[in-house]
Structure formats: C-alpha cells, structure tokens
C-alpha cells in the first residue's frame, strides 16, 4: 500500500513516466518509419533555410581526365608530381590541403614506391612534412583502418597531430543522400 502512496508523489511519477517515454523513443527511433520522418524534417530544413553566403575562401584542386591520360602513368604513381602541387599550395598561403585519396600502407614495401623509382613516395611524404598543412585519409573497412603509405606519413610520425588524417568514410542513405556521418 505504501508503494501505491509513492506513486501518486509527482516526483516519482515524472521520473517514471520520463524512463518510460525514453524507452519509447529509443526503440521507436530504429523503425523506418521514424527514420524517414527524420530524413524528411531534415532535408526540409535545408529548403526552408535557403542559400546561406560565406565568406569562406576555398579552392578545390581536381585531376581530370585528360591530365591523368598526359602523365602516362598510373595513378599509384603520381605522388611525385602531388608533390610538387602540396609545395606550389603551400607556397600559395593555403591554411589546408586535403588529399581524397591514397595508397595503402600495405603496399609501401613496393620498388616503384622507392626513391627515385617512378612512384617516388618519399617526395610527396617530404613535401607534407615541409608544409604541416597536409590531411591524409584514413579509411575505416569494418574493424580494420586503412591508412596512406608509411612515407606520406612521416611527418605524423615525428610531430603527430590530430589533424594529420582525416576519417574519410561516407555512408549515403537508402535514396543515396548523405545525411550523416
């Protein structure tokens, strides 16, 4: 009886009530019914935000095509040629430089990553120790990490910071969307 008594107290009832609303939420937040209720509210909040202006300077630097065809090698092998683009953005005053792809560690042992070979990895590795500006990818295949190759790296290795690599995975929704990471 006297437990009946303590119910009818505010206090415990609010904090009942709470952990069962709780409760509620969690379990409700896993159906797909609730996730595309969230995905909805979320992209309508973009379009009734609208276009926002920044006053951001960012310059993205991309490889085409026709540049990959004129360097007549494969792509593994042009970190001497980043190299030389990590120096000339370094020189540019860039606060940043983001590398969206790479080798993995895995493959460092390979001849044509040696010094003077055509994928010198060395000199791309020198040129993000010079700048200190350099963020690497690292990317995240279930329980395993892939990171660059071990020369990118060296800089990370004798002065590690946080912003050295760069978690790169992305996970799209069902209708291919981006919303979380």
């Not at 300077?57 to 085409?64: A, K, L, P």
């Amino acid at each position: 009886m006297r437990r009946f008594w303590r119910m009818l107290n505010p206090t415990y009832r609010g904090a009942v009530v709470g952990l069962i609303c709780a409760l509620a939420c969690c379990l409700l937040n896993e159906t797909v019914v609730m996730r595309g209720a969230e995905n909805w509210a979320l992209d309508n909040c973009f379009v009734l935000r609208g276009k926002r202006s920044t006053s951001a300077n960012v310059v993205v630097v991309g490889i085409d095509e026709d540049s990959l065809r004129d360097l007549k090698k494969p792509l593994a092998f042009i970190s001497p040629e980043m190299s030389e683009v990590v120096r000339y953005l370094y020189a540019e005053g860039a606060s940043a430089i983001g590398l969206d792809f790479f080798i993995p560690a895995d493959a460092e042992d390979r001849p044509y990553f040696r010094p003077g070979a055509d994928g010198d990895a060395d000199q791309l590795g020198k040129a993000i120790a010079q700048s200190k500006k350099v963020i690497l990818p690292e990317w995240q295949l279930g329980d395993e990490w892939l990171s660059p190759l071990f020369q990118w790296k060296t800089k990370n290795e004798i002065d590690p910071a946080w912003t050295d690599l760069g978690y790169v995975n992305l996970t799209t929704d069902n209708d291919t969307f981006l919303r979380r990471q």
